[in-house]
């Protein structure tokens, strides 16, 4: 039995009065509160507001309990953030660079006096940068995440400064106070990098139980609009469907809008990606939505790149060696294998095409697999030396080098073929679950 939007909502609000404060803490309690609540009224045949008092007068002391623990649990988890981010090179890079950097303007001005307040000034800095992020959209929610990240870093910097107040040779010692600066710029990088993915997450939380819901019958609506633009691909559907449904929701509850009035000004800003298009990657006669086809020619472009690679290294690999070895039985026998290569590969691509096809679902995937790779099947017959002498690699005593490198490409399209399937079956992993 699954909780209403409304309800959920309300644990939430129960848990903002019982001084569960921090965001990032409240979300993670609603989740578990929001099951355990959903089974209570599944085996006790009780309604929600009976399921969530009984629960509630068990464990709220233990919900209590766990605000206190996430705080320990949270600042493991970001020293560890820290100590993995100073063992990427992109760290040392940074570190290298700002040292350098302090040392060339040393050579030209006096930085004694910047190397002395650098610490309070990286950390007014901090502090205007926390804020500035936190008030960013007027909310006033408080995350435990930030703010201990905030509290480690100050620790971090505020030792810097008790060093450089309490002992000379760090006053006296410039090489070292720039290796300590340089050393705080790094840790501003990273707080900025932090702060910024770990509010990014947690608005994302606060967003999924503090905005308007649509109905089913509402989603129904931008279904149909779907269908009207033909996206019937449901790796991208989804995904559009999902961000068409934010966008509504979001005028819904910040510019107070009716449904009817968000989807319309919501559609808009869609119609345009959801248009008609083609391209000469993909053949001007095959016409789609604008960002399925798009994404199509993005794909194809990265693997044409990857496919003329493999021909060009295979294509003078191959020749070399066929050139080195010189012999009319290692030709004859090189085109028995492309003949070879080239039966077996239709009759994959059947195989491959099978299976595509009876999933019952289209995905952008299987739109490429079936204007590009399919028309290889027949393809690969034309161009075997099983069928047309013409197509052999040796003809005349001498390698035929364009024969070699269109065959080369033509097995490399295989890999291609393969990606399309696994990624195609992959969409359906994600529908089922």
Known sequence: MKLEKQEIQFINTYLQNSEIEFTDVRMEMVDHV???????????????????KNYM???????????????????????????????TPASILLFITMFSF?????????????????????????????????????????????????????????????????????????????LLLSFDCTLVYLFIALINKYNLKYTTLYKKYNMNYLREDQLLNIETYLNQKDLTQIDLRNEVLDH??????????????????????????WNKELSNYSSWWLGIAWIGPKIMMKKCVEILKHFYFKMLLFTLLSTLILYLLLQFVGDVLAFSNIDKLFGLLFFASSMILCYFGYQINT??????????????????????????????????IFIEDKINIIVLAYNTLAVSNMAFSYFLLKSHMQVKKIKMA
Do not use: W
């Not at 929001?34 to 969530?52: I, P, Q």
């Not at 206190?68 to 993995?84: A, C, G, N, P, Q």
């Not at 393809?379 to 052999?392: A, D, G």
């Open 244 to 269: 068409i449904a934010n966008g509504i929701e979001t005028k819904m509850d910040s510019e107070s809008r009716s449904f009817e009035e968000a989807f319309s000004k919501e559609v808009i800003t």
């Open 57 to 87: 007068m068990l464990y709220k002391k233990e919900h209590q309990k766990t605000n206190i623990e996430f705080k320990k649990v949270t600042d493991k988890r970001i020293l560890k953030e820290i100590i993995s981010f100073y063992q």
């Open 34 to 52: 929001a099951s355990e609540v959903e089974n209570k009224m599944k085996s006790e045949d009780l309604d929600f507001y009976h399921a969530f």
């Open 359 to 392: 999933t019952k679902y289209k995905t952008s995937f299987s739109f490429l697999f079936n204007r590009h790779c399919f028309p290889f099947i027949l393809f690969y017959l034309v161009i075997n030396p099983f069928v047309l002498e013409t197509h052999s």
């Open 102 to 178: 302090l040392k060339i303007v040393g050579v030209n001005y006096d930085l004694n006096y910047f190397l002395k307040f650098g610490p309070a000034i990286i950390l007014i800095g901090l502090a205007i940068c926390y804020f500035s992020i936190r008030f960013y959209l007027g909310r006033k929610e408080r995350y435990s995440g930030i703010e201990r990240l905030s509290i480690i870093l100050n620790l971090f910097i505020q030792m810097h400064q008790f060093l450089l107040y309490s002992l000379t040779e760090f006053e006296t010692n410039s090489n070292l106070n720039i």
